[in-house]
């Protein structure tokens, strides 16, 4: 692990703004990440603040202005590059709001790349919020000093999702009714992993997805795993056996 620089110190705020960023740039903030800075976190004029967009990397600010609602930043120099993350993407079926929000959080510090909402089913969400699963993404990533962010996708159906594939990337199918060893499939390169509804998939959607050209049923071993538990435990396991836990 790199060496803690001294400055800015450990605590200072760190914000995603979903923008690009330059040296040099004046940034007016406003809403709830002004109240952030200037009231809960009571910064005043000269404050550091770091920033990352997701696009350039992170970048160092100081506070050249506060008022009531609104704080204002210039941005001094860039402290870090975009992170590289493996090329992996967690598919899943939605599940109830709580442990939908842990999932999108952990598969986030996990370092998955794209988020796929997958309706099958089983699946019992309605209406999916992607706001709130985003702003969940975000949070994560600003506070495990992250500066990249998965992508956040639209649902999508499991036909249309599996009817135009890309074979390139393999399909891991996370089935709880067995599948292959972990260790025997997880390779680096392009690769998605898909889990199902708390209710699982049905006979035909398993067939459906075996049937898939670059998919691979695999198991996540003898025992039933929440929806949530299973995303991140088979994360975890690509990150460790194919990813980037060097
Ligand atoms: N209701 C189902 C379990 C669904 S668990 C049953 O009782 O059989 C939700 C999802 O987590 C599953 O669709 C699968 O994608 C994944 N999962 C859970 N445990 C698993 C295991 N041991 N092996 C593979 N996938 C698992």
């Given amino acids: 692990m790199p060496a803690t620089p001294a400055w800015p110190p450990a605590s200072t705020p760190r914000l995603f ?25 009571r910064l005043k004029t000269g404050d550091p603040v770091r920033l990352f967009d997701d696009r350039t ?21 860039k402290l870090r590059e975009r992170e590289a993350v493996p090329d992996l993407w967690l598919l899943f079926a939605p599940i109830k709001k709580g442990p939908i929000d842990w999932l999108v959080e952990k598969a986030t510090e996990l370092g998955a790349a794209r988020l796929q909402p997958v309706i099958t089913q089983r699946t019992i969400v309605d209406r999916l919020n992607l706001d709130r699963l985003r702003a969940n993404a975000i ?7 992250r500066t990249a962010l998965p992508e956040l996708a639209e649902p999508v159906k499991l036909p249309a999702l599996l009817k135009g594939w890309d074979q390139t990337r393999t399909l891991i199918f996370a089935d709880e009714s067995g599948g292959a060893p972990l260790i025997e499939i997880a390779k680096s390169g392009p690769t998605a992993i898909l889990i199902g509804p ?37 994360i975890s396991a690509w990150m460790c056996l194919a990813g980037d836990w060097r």
């Fill in 57 to 77: 990397g992170e970048w160092l600010a100081e506070v050249i202005e506060t008022a009531k609602r609104s704080v204002t930043l210039k941005l001094t120099s």
């Fill in 139 to 145: 949070e994560a990533a600003e506070q495990c000093d």
């Fill in 198 to 234: 708390e209710g699982g998939f049905t006979t035909e959607e398993r067939e459906m997805i075996r049937a898939t050209a670059g998919a691979v049923a695999v198991s996540l071993g003898p025992r039933i795993l929440r929806a949530e538990t299973a995303a991140a435990a088979a």
């Fill in 17 to 41: 703004v979903d923008q690009g960023l330059g040296e040099g740039m004046i940034l007016p903030l406003d809403g709830a990440q002004a109240n952030y800075l200037g009231n809960v976190m």
